[in-house]
């Protein structure tokens, strides 16, 4: 059985029980009663914690402000890692009804989905923080501009939704491995760097990069591109598209996403030095249409380059 997350949500309570998971899907307006459960197949793996738990929360927001119009709901949450071809199978194979990824990720370009253009998170994955070896500081302190780092290799994992990204804005990229083996093949020099979102990157190194001695979060440089992370859903489950589509809105309008993300990040921001640092900006050509001229709220706290 995959591992899995049952969030049971009324008015009043949040039940969470483990190893459940309901058969209800609920698809269309036209079955639907505002008496019934809305349950809710969420997959959330190949990420990290921080981010499980961030966007999690902006979903209980979300169906919470739409209570009234949509009735109660429970999530059923898959954690589970899968491979790239897995993953590209959410909705088809796997019957997920959501998951949050960013815009234009390659691995549902061919896929039926429906997306809601609306970003949740000020695009902070954009936010590049770079994990080096302890003695590359001075190296990476004295990089002016992005030519410099396009002479240095950049460790991604295969797969990884932006290596594509730094090869089109012509870095080095060493695309290879997978997530458990990435400090170790950064501490042996296969490559000089590797990248996080600042939203994730403390998480990152305190639960992985540490256990490999030697390496640290980099003080100066941040890369930024347009990575905004949003929903998408089921192409059968409208229901719940338009109902997180209205939800989001509505919590945006109230201001409770930006709560959502000053409870989350405020202090993380703070603790990487966020606005002291170099940013170097790169193009993302995999932007939907929708988003082609996104730019994060955060790029204006930078004196940065």
Same mark, same amino acid.
């Given at each position: 059985?995959?591992?899995?997350? /049952?969030?049971?949500?009324t008015s009043?309570?949040?039940?969470?029980?483990?190893? *459940?998971?309901?058969e209800?899907?609920?698809?269309t307006?036209?079955?639907?009663?505002?008496?019934?459960?809305?349950?809710i197949?969420?997959?959330s793996?190949?990420?990290?914690?921080?981010r499980?738990?961030?966007?999690?929360?902006?979903?209980f927001?979300?169906?919470?402000?739409?209570?009234e119009?949509?009735?109660?709901w429970?999530?059923?949450?898959?954690?589970?890692?899968y491979?790239?071809?897995?993953?590209?199978?959410?909705f088809?194979?796997?019957?997920?009804d959501?998951?949050?990824?960013?815009?234009?990720?390659?691995?549902f370009?061919?896929r039926?989905?429906?997306v809601i253009h609306?970003?949740?998170?000020?695009?902070?994955? %954009?936010?590049?923080?770079?994990?080096?070896?302890?003695?590359?500081?001075?190296?990476?302190?004295?990089?002016?501009?992005?030519?410099? /780092?396009?002479?240095?290799?950049?460790g991604?994992p295969?797969?990884?939704?932006?290596?594509?990204?730094?090869?089109s =804005?012509?870095?080095?990229?060493?695309?290879e491995?997978?997530?458990d083996?990435?400090f170790?093949?950064?501490?042996?020099?296969? *490559?000089?760097?590797t990248?996080? %979102?600042a939203? !994730?990157? =403390?998480?990152v190194?305190q639960?992985?990069?540490?256990?490999?001695?030697?390496?640290?979060?980099?003080?100066?440089?941040?890369i930024?591109?347009? *990575?905004?992370l949003?929903?998408?859903?089921?192409p059968?489950?409208?229901l719940?598209a338009?109902?997180?589509?209205?939800?989001?809105?509505?919590?945006s309008?109230? %201001?409770? /996403? =930006?709560l959502? *993300?000053e409870?989350h990040?405020? !202090?993380?921001?703070?603790?990487?030095?966020?606005?002291s640092?170099?940013?170097? !900006?790169? !193009? =993302?050509p995999?932007l939907?249409?929708?988003?082609k001229d996104?730019?994060?709220?955060?790029?204006p706290?930078?004196?940065?380059?």
């Open positions: 059985m995959k591992p899995s997350i /049952l969030i049971l949500a009043l309570i949040l039940t969470v029980a483990c190893n *459940f998971k309901s209800t899907q609920i698809s307006i036209e079955n639907y009663k505002i008496t019934d459960t809305m349950t197949d969420l997959w793996g190949n990420r990290t914690t921080s499980q738990t961030y966007e999690r929360d902006v979903l927001a979300i169906l919470t402000a739409t209570r119009e949509f009735g109660i429970k999530i059923v949450e898959t954690t589970k890692d491979t790239e071809i897995e993953e590209s199978n959410i088809d194979e796997f019957k997920h959501l998951t949050v990824t960013v815009a234009g990720n390659v691995k370009e061919n039926e989905k429906i609306k970003p949740i998170m000020k695009g902070l994955l %954009g936010f590049r923080v770079l994990i080096i070896n302890e003695e590359d500081q001075t190296t990476f302190s004295e990089a002016s501009n992005a030519r410099n /780092l396009k002479n240095l290799r950049h991604i295969l797969t990884w939704a932006d290596a594509e990204l730094f090869r =804005n012509g870095f080095s990229v060493v695309e491995g997978d997530f083996g990435l170790d093949d950064l501490k042996s020099r296969k *490559f000089d760097y990248a996080f %979102g939203n !994730e990157v =403390n998480d190194f639960e992985r990069a540490a256990k490999t001695s030697g390496l640290k979060i980099e003080d100066n440089i941040i930024y591109y347009p *990575f905004p949003l929903f998408y859903i089921n059968n489950n409208k719940l338009e109902r997180v589509k209205r939800g989001l809105e509505i919590i309008e109230n %201001g409770t /996403l =930006n959502i *993300f409870k990040y405020s !202090e993380i921001l703070s603790s990487i030095n966020f606005t640092r170099v940013v170097f !900006e790169l !193009e =993302n995999k939907p249409t929708e988003l996104f730019k994060s709220d955060l790029l706290l930078y004196n940065g380059h």
